[in-house]
């Protein structure tokens, strides 16, 4: 069964800085990983889906890196800003094994 | 405008008495799937369907019913809803494989 561990589970930045986020996974025989936001209470806002053939993916100031090999991803996010506060979930594959989440807090 | 639609969004119900909620995709998407959120427990599957008349267990079903008769709808029944499935419910919807899920608003259920 795969398991997804996201790292850490909480962050505190001062707006301006960079936020790097962290996804492993167990089994390296993915279809795909998805990084995902969700705001309080609300839906879940995908970011940005990176295949297995693919080593990264780029949106704007969000970058994902992606390491089979390792089970590993990880999520960029360039000069925060307070409205990048959110919990952000990876999830793995079509059935999506979801990570609990790292939720960030963007200081102004 | 593509999305996927949830009712009720908010559901306050009894011990025992039958529910469902509905989900609903108008992007012709193959693949359906729910999803249950709970604090310290994260995002589990419950059901997932991969299309019409085909659907199959997730992490945690029991509990709980789906069918897919048709391509858009995807409803999730409680039969006997116990206190415990008390929940933050999401269905989600992709065109299957490796493909971007589009995930709906959520439904918040609470079972007295």
């Known amino acids: 069964k795969q398991e997804v561990t996201q790292i850490p589970a909480a962050l505190s930045v001062p707006e301006g800085e960079n936020l790097v986020l962290n996804c492993s996974f167990t089994?390296?025989?993915?279809?795909?990983l998805q990084w995902f936001r969700q705001d309080p209470g609300k839906g879940l806002t995908s970011l940005l889906l990176?295949?297995?053939?693919?080593r990264e993916q780029t949106s704007g100031r969000l970058n994902a890196s992606l390491d089979k090999s390792s089970g590993r991803s990880t999520l960029y996010i360039a000069a925060s800003q307070p409205g990048d506060s959110a919990t952000y979930l990876c999830?793995?594959?079509?059935?999506?094994?979801f990570g609990a989440g790292t939720t960030v807090t963007v200081r102004a | 405008e593509a999305q996927v639609t949830q009712n009720p969004r908010y559901l306050i119900t009894v011990t025992g008495k039958k529910l469902t909620v509905t989900c609903s995709q108008n992007m012709n998407h193959e693949y359906m799937s729910w999803y249950r959120q709970d604090p310290g427990l994260g995002l589990r599957q419950i059901y997932y369907s991969m299309n019409v008349e085909v659907t199959d267990k997730g992490d945690v079903p029991e509990g709980y019913k789906v069918s897919r008769k048709e391509k858009r709808n995807f409803p999730l029944i409680l039969e006997s809803p116990s206190p415990n499935q008390t929940s933050l419910y999401f269905c989600?919807?992709?065109?299957?494989?490796?493909?971007?899920?589009?995930f709906g608003p959520g439904t918040r259920l609470t079972v007295l």
């Open positions: 989600a919807s992709s065109q299957g494989g490796p493909d971007t899920q589009y």
């Open positions: 990176i295949q297995s053939s693919q």
């Open positions: 999830a793995v594959n079509y059935k999506l094994s």
């Open positions: 089994d390296s025989a993915i279809y795909n």
